[in-house]
């Protein structure tokens, strides 16, 4: 017999309407809300109206946006203290930063993207910074490939198909196709590093490893 699951489209829309308000640096409104998620208004001024209820949005009554409320930042500031990875990992990615002298990253796999958890941030002038809560593409770096080459193969292919991976000289505008992405992915899987053939900066270079972490 066939499970029957409920899979609450409200709450998904609400998220959407979250991410697509938090990645705006003005805010949106309920109209530009509508075009950008194909959503109907009456839905969306719906739910924005609960959430704003409940402090996690905040509307401008002059331009009749909205942007991220401070609810919102409790939540955060409460889920980001529940993390134990991070308190585990911070030793050692302070060690790792001490030796190499650039900026060490945690990241984990969230879905089809990479969620920074924490940093420890180099001392140079000129360095790479992505602070806890920053969402990156898998392809945009080398964590997201080293973290992405540690799935499955067959998992991997799906998740390309399914979403594409950005490319990193570009990663906002930019899709690769399934071969380019796999091949990029693949180097990340013999010793669990992964040196990207691309850098951020010009002067600098990036490296992502996995991090073992033993109980004891």
């Known amino acids: 017999m066939k499970k029957i699951t409920y899979s609450a489209p409200s709450v998904k829309k609400a ?41 996690i949005l905040v509307r401008d009554p002059l331009y009749k946006r909205y942007t991220a409320g401070y609810s919102l930042l409790e939540l955060c500031r409460a889920a980001f203290a529940t993390i134990d990875l991070k308190d585990v990992a911070r030793k050692p990615m302070e060690k790792l930063m001490g030796k190499v002298g650039e900026t060490v990253f945690l990241g984990v796999l969230n879905g089809d993207h990479v969620t920074i958890v924490d940093m420890v941030e180099s001392r140079n ?37 399914k979403k594409g991976l950005v490319s990193q000289g570009d990663w906002k505008s930019k899709r690769t196709g399934i071969r380019r992405g796999r091949r990029r992915i693949h180097p990340g899987r013999p010793g669990g590093s992964c040196p990207p053939d691309v850098s951020f900066l010009a002067s600098g270079g990036l490296m992502g490893g996995r991090i073992y972490l033993y109980a004891g």
Request: no cysteine.
């Open 125 to 161: 002038d000129m360095k790479i910074t992505s602070p806890p809560g920053t969402k990156l593409p898998l392809l945009a770096g080398a964590t997201g490939r080293v973290l992405l080459s540690q799935i499955d193969m067959e998992k991997s292919r799906e998740m390309v198909q």
């Open 15 to 55: 998220f959407k309407i979250l991410y697509a308000i938090s990645d705006s640096s003005d805010g949106l409104g309920i109209s530009d809300l509508s075009k950008k998620l194909k959503i109907g208004k009456s839905t969306v001024h719906g739910i924005t109206t609960a959430l704003e209820e409940l402090g």
